[in-house]
């Protein structure tokens, strides 16, 4: 964050410097590279103040005017996200692999431009783009590779990636360790995938980590590669994860699919060595370890 901004509470307050004297609200908002998306909603919830009057976007701002950013929570973490650097784990020239935080897409669509994959190309800035390479669940967080070219893009897939997670499930497995065999089904117009005789081979291999009352930890690696292929499995199995609404999990916990990519595999596509990168647990799941026994 530059010296001219400041995060208060639900607010980024940025003082004009004279570089940007007249220079209209529109513009300058696209300097600080708060999302089109993002300037709607503050748009709409009259969040843009300029010496603590609401401002149109056609408003000329002038050195030492306050341009006050008051946002509803729901777009505070984006904008706030702007303001710092992401969590890079590892990075070259070809490849960044970076901790994605649990609520923000891995790439962009329809419904969200403010995805992980948008902000690293602010990040970097002039026109920057990476390319996803796989993917994790808009509610899922952890470990998200991404190629800084479209050669590495084309060399490296998700297959190649072995992905470990951590899941936390509802109940226990009776075994220790395991592998968990159905057919998955997902249609375009079905949030959830389901168990068919008609859909794909899915194979889930789990490790009991950790167990507590009402749910266990469990180190998940995927065989194969499912749309929600574990909160599905591990569902059908009697065991939806913690959070997961979706699949029948309680939310009186966590209000998320309670799972994290913790680290991931492969070799690279350019120097053939052998990459692993580890993501610690994030801490709304870590809380899930330090519970009043509820028994």
């Known amino acids: 964050m530059s010296g001219n901004q400041e995060k208060k509470n639900d607010q980024i307050i940025h003082t004009v410097t004279g570089s940007e004297n007249g220079t209209t609200v529109k513009a300058l908002l696209k300097q600080m590279n708060i999302p089109r998306r993002t300037v709607t909603r503050l748009m709409q919830n009259r969040g843009i103040l300029l010496n603590g009057v609401s401002v149109p976007l056609s408003g000329t701002v002038h050195t030492g005017d306050t341009l006050c950013l008051s946002f509803v929570q729901s777009d505070l973490k984006t904008a706030l996200f702007l303001k710092e650097a992401p969590d890079i ?21 329809r419904e969200h431009q403010d995805d992980m994959g948008t902000l690293l190309g602010l990040y970097y800035g002039n026109g920057f783009t990476v390319r996803t390479v796989g993917r994790l ?45 159905c057919r998955l089904k997902k249609t375009p117009y ?3 995938a389901f168990v068919s005789a008609d859909g794909k081979d899915c194979i889930t291999d789990y490790e009991t980590m950790d167990i507590y009352p ?50 991931v595999t492969f070799i690279h596509p350019k120097t053939k060595k052998k990459i692993t990168v580890v993501c610690d647990l994030p801490e709304d799941m870590q809380k899930l370890k330090s519970l009043p026994d509820q028994g």
């Open 89 to 109: 784990l590892y990075e070259d020239e070809d490849l960044v692999i970076v901790n994605k935080p649990f609520g923000m897409p891995c790439h962009p669509s």
């Open 137 to 181: 669940d808009k509610d899922v967080s952890g470990v998200m590779v991404y190629a800084k070219n479209s050669m590495t893009a084309s060399q490296l897939s998700d297959h190649q990636i072995h992905k470990q997670y951590t899941a936390v499930i509802t109940g226990q497995f009776e075994g220790p360790s395991g592998r968990l065999e």
């Open 190 to 192: 079905q949030r959830q």
């Open 214 to 263: 009402g749910h266990s930890f469990v180190s998940v690696s995927i065989v194969t590669g499912r749309t929600h292929q574990i909160r599905a499995t591990m569902a059908h199995f009697g065991h939806p994860l913690l959070g997961d609404k979706l699949y029948g999990g309680s939310t009186e916990l966590i209000r998320r699919p309670a799972l994290h990519c913790r680290s």
